[in-house]
Nanobody, 116 residues
Framework: QLQLVESGGGLVQPGGSLRLSCTAS????????MSWYRQAPGKERQLVAT????????YYADSVKGRFSISRDNAKNTMYLQMNTLKPEDTAVYYC?????????WGQGTQVTVSS
């Protein structure tokens, strides 16, 4: 069964940190561009960060640049999102995405809540 499973979400105070993980099963991510998206209540899903298959090129949304860091470990079939200096506006369900040519897979999402 092909799937992506996110973990690491939770409740954190403003200024805190979380590390999200996305582990693939049923396929290997090494050829896939991997991304994190997020969706806040009442808003559209937005791209947060992307990392190329070889891991060299990354992209970040302006809203998270300098605070979030995307990485991948192809040997572990896992992608990560290190989130620092979290803000209340980072509250959302975070989804991982794997994309290669016409193939796209989504995880089920993990909730991140930033609140005091």
């Amino acid at each position: 069964q092909l799937q992506l499973v996110e973990s690491g979400g939770g409740l954190v105070q403003p200024g805190g940190s979380l590390r999200l993980s996305c582990t693939a099963s049923g396929f290997t991510i090494s050829s896939y561009a991997m991304s994190w998206y997020r969706q806040a209540p009442g808003k559209e899903r937005q791209l947060v960060a992307t990392i190329a298959s070889a891991g060299g090129n990354t992209y970040y949304a302006d809203s998270v640049k300098g605070r979030f860091s995307i990485s991948r470990d192809n040997a572990k079939n896992t992608m990560y999102l290190q989130m620092n200096t979290l803000k209340p506006e980072d509250t959302a369900v975070y989804y991982c995405n794997a994309r290669w040519v016409s193939f796209t897979y989504w995880g089920q999402g993990t909730q991140v809540t930033v609140s005091s």
